[in-house]
T-cell receptor
Framework: GQQLNQSPQSMFIQEGEDVSMNCTSS?????WLWYKQDPGEGPVLLIA?????ELTSNGRLTAQFGITRKDSFLNISASIPSDVGIYFC??????????????FGTGTRLKVLA | NAGVTQTPKFQVLKTGQSMTLQCAQD?????MSWYRQDPGMGLRLIHY???????DQGEVPNGYNVSRSTTEDFPLRLLSAAPSQTSVYFC?????????????FGDGTRLSIL
């Protein structure tokens, strides 16, 4: 099935460092979402992007909707230990048959070293 | 608000057994969906529903059935469990299926098929 390419797959960083991850697709999306998943829990929405070029912040998190509508990135500034988890991107897709669905990336696993 | 509630949280089955994973939401959301999460695969859509009485297949529907008799509930049925269905299953819901309606996830059901 169609999936988004998310990178890096995993990263170890020191507390206080900035983090950057991105998501790319061969298809155009009209919406990009970024989720965080803590161990043993479901994904929680961090940021939603609805317009090409849009730059949106949520506290220390900043995400951008790429101009080509085929990519998005998420930055985390001044990382803290509770940032640990898996970060997923998702793009909203409408198939030729009219199916509405979100396509998810494979996730970036973030570990923060205190 | 309870949000999206999934039961059970954990389940172990023998090959060939059947079972139903429950999903309920109290947000009056029209759109509900089921995903499975496997290592390195991200989230893959199994089935979804755009409203009571309407269901459709996602990317990986084989071996699963769904029904939507009420707005609140969207159960997922495994007809004859197979080891390949060992996974973490997430239910999600949103107000609508369009691109401006981010999905909210339950905490997941961890299913092992022996």
């Amino acid at each position: 099935g169609q999936q988004l390419n998310q990178s890096p797959q995993s990263m170890f960083i020191q507390e206080g460092e900035d983090v950057s991850m991105n998501c790319t697709s061969s298809s155009i999306f009209n919406t990009w979402l970024w989720y965080k998943q803590d161990p043993g829990e479901g994904p929680v929405l961090l940021i939603a992007l609805y317009k090409a070029g849009e730059l949106t912040s949520n506290g220390r998190l900043t995400a951008q909707f790429g101009i080509t509508r085929k990519d998005s990135f998420l930055n985390i500034s001044a990382s803290i230990p509770s940032d640990v988890g898996i970060y997923f991107c998702a793009g909203h897709s409408i198939s030729t048959s009219g199916t509405y669905k979100y396509i998810f990336g494979t996730g970036t696993r973030l570990k923060v070293l205190a | 608000n309870a949000g999206v509630t999934q039961t059970p949280k954990f389940q172990v089955l023998k090959t060939g057994q059947s079972m139903t994973l429950q999903c309920a939401q109290d947000m009056n959301h029209e759109y509900m969906s089921w995903y499975r999460q496997d290592p390195g695969m991200g989230l893959r859509l199994i089935h979804y529903s755009v409203g009571a009485g309407i269901t459709d297949q996602g990317e990986v529907p084989n071996g699963y059935n769904v029904s939507r008799s009420t707005t609140e509930d969207f159960p997922l049925r495994l007809l004859s469990a197979a080891p390949s269905q060992t996974s973490v299953y997430f239910c999600a819901s949103s107000y609508g299926a369009d691109e401006n309606q981010p999905q909210h996830f339950g905490d997941g059901t961890r299913l092992s098929i022996l």
